[in-house]
């Protein structure tokens, strides 16, 4: 066998073996360590905040209480706000939307019955067709809106893993050194050299990518919270939350929220609204496009292609927690594969 043969087999084998072993992490390791696993983000995470407070001649412990007060504190403030906010909406929604069906359902009648005249199609029982739909369709609604309510009145539930990452994530970066040397010594003696390299590869593009990724993420929901709120509606934290979440899926973002919403505008008669929508869209887009290269230019990102199949991989493998664990686990992927000089990361 020729030695490029045997380079092949070999690199196949360690993609191969890294595959297996991020499967085997997410299903069977994470849910036992889940309040450590954040622990180990937040102390990647907060690490330069406290490097900086030891530079300006903060002891190391004093250093990490003040960064973890700092920035916890300001994240949990946010989002306690943000969460009331969504109780607050999601529960007004529940209310009001077996009114807004009823309201929409002459509607849709009037317009099915607009087309089958127009086009001189006979359709068994159209009204009984379009009742089944809407029914359905609300059925699907407020068992969503249901479920999302409860689960933000349940957060409290999860204080206690909360607690644990906070803790675990202090004497993480308090003993920062003492982790790296058991790390080390841990692994096998001919991966002790590549640890610092590893380390700098897979934290710089592992944080590098969920902090541009929450960037854009919030960058859209705050947009389209803001264009929603100008265009009047009453849920707009709400449906800016669903926008930022829809940016998560490549290609699609809040696209997929406003343009069919526009397009009800313009079906309905109410053309003003339906633009109004689009230039909503358009700007959330333009803003986009205008940040995007700049967060994901140092090469953390994932091509896009690559990022479809990992998040078709992670959702198929893992359900719904795939939309984070599938492109998560292929930036450490490319990341580990890049410090080891793995192809398609080889260095000439």
Same mark, same amino acid.
């Given at each position: ?7 092949? @087999? ?38 330069? #905040?406290?490097?900086?407070? !030891? ?8 250093? =990490? ?6 920035? @916890? ?35 849709? !009648? ?25 029914? =359905? ?23 206690? #893993? ?9 004497? %993480? ?46 960058? =859209? ?9 100008? /265009?009047?509606?009453? /849920?707009?934290?709400? %449906?800016?939350?669903?926008?930022? @979440? ?45 940040? !995007? ?17 990992? %998040?078709? #991989? ?14 998560? =686990? ?19």
């Amino acid at each position: 066998m020729g030695a490029d043969n045997q380079r092949y @087999l070999k690199a196949l084998a360690t993609w191969g073996l890294l595959l297996v072993a991020a499967f085997v992490f997410w299903r069977f390791v994470v849910p036992y360590t889940v309040p450590f696993v954040i622990a180990a983000f937040l102390a990647a995470l907060l690490d330069p #905040v406290v490097a900086l407070g !030891e530079r300006v001649g903060l002891p190391r412990w004093l250093a =990490t209480v003040a960064s973890m007060v700092a920035v @916890l504190g300001g994240v949990l403030a946010g989002l306690g706000l943000l969460v009331s906010v969504l109780v607050r909406e999601l529960a007004s929604l529940t209310t009001q939307l077996p009114g807004l069906v009823k309201s929409a359902q002459p509607v849709l !009648e009037s317009l099915v019955d607009d087309v089958v005249r127009v086009g001189h199609v006979k359709l068994p029982s159209v009204q009984s067709l379009v009742h089944s739909q809407i029914t =359905t369709a609300y059925k699907i609604t407020a068992t969503v809106l249901h479920t999302l309510l409860v689960v933000l009145l349940g957060l409290p539930n999860v204080l206690l #893993v909360a607690v644990l990452a906070v803790v675990a994530a202090f004497f %993480l970066i308090r003993d920062k050194r003492v982790v790296g040397a058991m790390l080390e010594w841990v692994l096998p003696p001919g991966m002790q050299h590549r640890l610092p390299t590893l380390r700098t590869e897979v934290v710089r593009g592992t944080l590098g990518f969920l902090r541009a990724q929450l960037f854009l993420v919030a960058t =859209t929901a705050a947009g389209t919270t803001i264009g929603l709120l100008l /265009y009047g509606s009453h /849920y707009a934290v709400l %449906l800016g939350l669903v926008a930022g @979440l829809l940016d998560l899926i490549p290609f699609l973002g809040p696209t997929a929220l406003l343009a069919p919403w526009a397009a009800v505008m313009f079906i309905i008669g109410q053309p003003v609204a339906g633009l109004e929508l689009l230039v909503v869209l358009a700007g959330v887009a333009l803003v986009r496009q205008l940040i !995007e290269p700049r967060l994901l230019g140092s090469g953390t990102g994932l091509h896009p292609l690559a990022a479809l199949v990992a %998040l078709y #991989v992670g959702i198929q493998l893992f359900g719904p927690i795939g939309f984070v664990v599938g492109p998560i =686990t292929a930036v450490v992927l490319k990341a580990a594969a890049r410090a080891a000089g793995l192809p398609p990361f080889v260095k000439a």
